[in-house]
C-alpha cells in the first residue's frame, strides 16, 4: 500500500532551490523594491505628520514659518485654528487613502489579472510619486493649501497605490511555487518594512530643510522604480521560455507539497487525488471573476481576519511617530528614526513564521500563536516607559508578532488561496484573490485611523491600545475554523507518521 504523499513528501528547500534561476533572482529583487518604494512614499506623511499639521495652524503655533511676512503666511497657510483639529484632519486624510486604496485594490486585481502587470505596476508607481509630489512638494512651494485639494489628491494616490500588491504578489506567485513559499513570501514580504525603514530614513534625512523636500525625495526616487520596473521585469516564466510554474510542479516529486495549505480535509486521500491539474497547456487559462474568487475556500475568513489585524498593522504605521512625539516628547525625526524598530520586528517575525509555516504545512496555527503573543506585547508597549532603549525593545517585540502575522495573509497565504486546486492552472486567480484580500484589510484599516484619532482626542492613548488588542483578539476569532481544521489535519498526519514506522 503506498504510504501518503505527506509521510514522504521532500523538503520544501530542495523543490525551491532545484528550480530557482537568476530570473527567479531578479524578479524577486524587483517587485521587492518596487513595493518597498511605493510603501516609502506612503510612509513620508505619516514621518512628517508633526510638521505639516505645524505648518496648518497659526503662525504663532507654527515653529517652522519663517520670520519674513508672517502675516501673509499666516493667512495663506491657517487651515485650523489649533493643533487639535489639524490632528483630526490628518487622521481624516488617512481614512480616506485606505478607503480608495481598499476600492483600488478590488478593481486592480481584476485588471491585473486581464493586462500585463507590467504595464499596470509601472503606471501606478510613476503617476503615484507624482501625485504625492503635487501633494508634498508642490503645494508648499506655491503656497498653495486647500483641504479640498488635499483630499482630492489623496483619493487619487490611494486608486494609483493599489496597483501595486496585487500585480506584485501576483507576478511573484507566478514564479514561486508551494516549495517554500512560507519561508520566500515571508522574506520577501518584507518589502513594505523595508520600505517604511528607507521612508523614515529619508525624511529624516531631509527634514531640517522642510517637509516638502521629503515628499520630494521620496517621489523621485519612486518615479525612477516605475521606470525600471517597466523595462526590466518579467511577469511570468514563459516570457523567458521558461516552463510555467504549474508544469514544474506537477513534474516534481514534491506534488503534496503543492497543495494548498487551506485544501481538502481528506488528510489521507490516495497520492492520485493531489494531481488534477489539465494535460491540455495549449489553452490559454481564463482569469476568474470576483464573485467566483470570493467563494473559493478560505478567502472571505482571512479577508476578515485580515480587516482586523490591519487596522492594528497600519495604525502602528500611521500613528507610531506621532505618538512617540506627542506621548513622550522625542523630537519627529528621533521618532521617525526610532519606529524603524517595529518593522524590523516584523520583517524577523514575517521570515521566522512563514519557515516555521512551510515546516508544518499549516499556516493558521502559527498566525494563531503569534497572535496571542502580540496581545501580550501590545499590553506591555502600552506601559513603555520613557526610555528609548526599553520602548525600542518592546517595539520590535510587537511589531514582531504583529507585522509577522501580516505579512504572512498578504503575500504566502494570499498567493495559496489564488493557487489553489479549484483554480490550478489559473494563475489569473491570483491578482484578484489578493486585491479581495488586501482590499478588506484596507476597509478595516481605513475605518482604524479615523477610530484611532477619535478615541485619542476623547479617551487618550492607553485606550487605543485597548482598541488595538480587542482587534487583534478577533483576528483569531475569524480564522479559527482555519485554526481548528489545521490542528486536526496536523494530529491525523501524526498519527499516519507512527503508524508507519
Not at 11 to 36: E, Q
Not at 403 to 408: A, L, T
Amino acid at each position: 500500500m503506498a504510504l501518503p504523499g505527506i509521510l514522504w513528501r521532500q523538503p520544501a528547500n530542495r523543490g525551491l532551490m532545484s528550480h530557482c534561476t537568476h530570473h527567479h533572482i531578479v524578479v524577486f529583487l524587483l517587485t521587492f523594491f518596487s513595493y518597498s518604494l511605493l510603501h516609502a512614499s506612503r510612509k513620508t506623511f505619516s514621518n512628517v505628520k508633526v510638521s505639516i499639521s505645524s505648518q496648518w495652524t497659526p503662525s504663532c503655533l507654527n515653529s517652522t514659518a519663517p520670520e519674513l511676512r508672517p502675516y501673509e503666511l499666516w493667512n495663506s497657510s491657517h487651515l485650523f485654528p489649533n493643533a487639535e483639529e489639524a490632528t483630526l484632519f490628518v487622521g481624516t486624510l488617512d481614512t480616506i487613502f485606505l478607503f480608495s486604496y481598499a476600492v483600488g485594490l478590488f478593481v486592480s486585481g481584476i485588471v491585473g489579472d486581464r493586462l500585463n502587470l507590467r504595464w499596470v505596476l509601472s503606471f501606478g508607481m510613476c503617476s503615484s510619486a507624482l501625485v504625492v509630489f503635487f501633494f508634498g512638494t508642490l503645494t508648499e512651494w506655491l503656497h498653495f493649501y486647500n483641504k479640498w485639494f488635499y483630499c482630492c489628491l489623496w483619493v487619487v494616490n490611494g486608486l494609483l497605490q493599489s496597483t501595486g500588491w496585487p500585480c506584485v504578489v501576483a507576478v511573484m506567485g507566478n514564479w514561486f511555487g508551494k516549495a517554500g513559499r512560507g519561508f520566500v513570501f515571508g522574506l520577501w514580504s518584507a518589502c513594505a518594512s523595508v520600505g517604511n525603514i528607507l521612508g523614515a530614513f529619508l525624511a529624516s534625512c531631509v527634514l531640517s530643510y522642510g517637509y516638502e523636500y521629503a515628499f520630494l525625495v521620496t517621489a523621485s526616487v519612486q518615479f525612477a522604480g516605475g521606470v525600471v520596473v517597466f523595462f526590466g521585469l518579467l511577469t511570468s516564466p514563459k516570457e523567458v521560455g521558461l516552463p510555467e510554474l504549474g508544469a514544474i510542479e506537477d513534474d516534481s516529486v514534491e506534488e503534496d507539497a503543492n497543495r494548498p495549505l487551506m485544501g481538502s480535509d481528506d488528510a489521507d486521500d490516495d497520492d492520485q487525488n493531489y494531481s488534477i491539474q489539465e494535460t491540455d497547456t495549449d489553452n490559454q487559462p481564463k482569469a476568474i471573476d470576483f464573485f467566483q474568487a470570493c467563494c473559493l475556500p478560505g478567502v472571505v475568513l482571512y479577508s476578515l481576519a485580515y480587516a482586523c489585524l490591519k487596522m492594528v498593522n497600519y495604525s502602528f504605521f500611521f500613528w507610531l511617530p506621532f505618538y512617540l512625539s506627542n506621548n513622550f516628547g522625542w523630537k519627529e525625526a528621533e521618532a521617525d528614526q526610532l519606529s524603524i524598530w517595529y518593522d524590523v520586528g516584523g520583517i524577523i517575525g514575517g521570515t521566522i513564521q512563514g519557515l516555521i509555516s512551510d515546516v508544518l504545512q499549516k499556516r493558521a496555527p502559527v498566525l494563531a500563536i503569534s497572535l496571542l503573543f502580540a496581545v501580550g506585547s501590545l499590553f506591555g508597549y502600552s506601559r513603555s516607559p520613557n526610555s528609548k532603549p526599553i520602548n525600542a525593545v518592546i517595539m520590535a517585540i510587537t511589531g514582531f508578532f504583529i507585522g509577522g502575522p501580516s505579512n504572512m495573509i498578504s503575500s504566502a497565504i494570499s498567493a495559496d488561496l489564488g493557487r489553489q486546486d479549484l483554480v490550478k492552472g489559473s494563475s489569473e486567480a491570483l491578482a484578484t484573490v489578493t486585491g479581495i484580500v488586501d482590499g478588506t484589510g484596507s476597509i478595516g484599516a481605513a475605518v482604524g485611523q479615523y477610530l484611532v484619532s477619535l478615541i485619542q482626542e476623547n479617551l487618550g492613548w492607553m485606550w487605543v491600545f485597548y482598541f488595538f488588542i480587542l482587534m487583534t483578539s478577533s483576528t483569531v476569532l475569524f480564522i479559527s475554523p482555519l485554526i481548528v481544521r489545521e490542528i486536526k489535519l496536523l494530529l491525523h498526519e501524526q498519527r499516519l507518521r507512527m503508524l508507519a514506522e
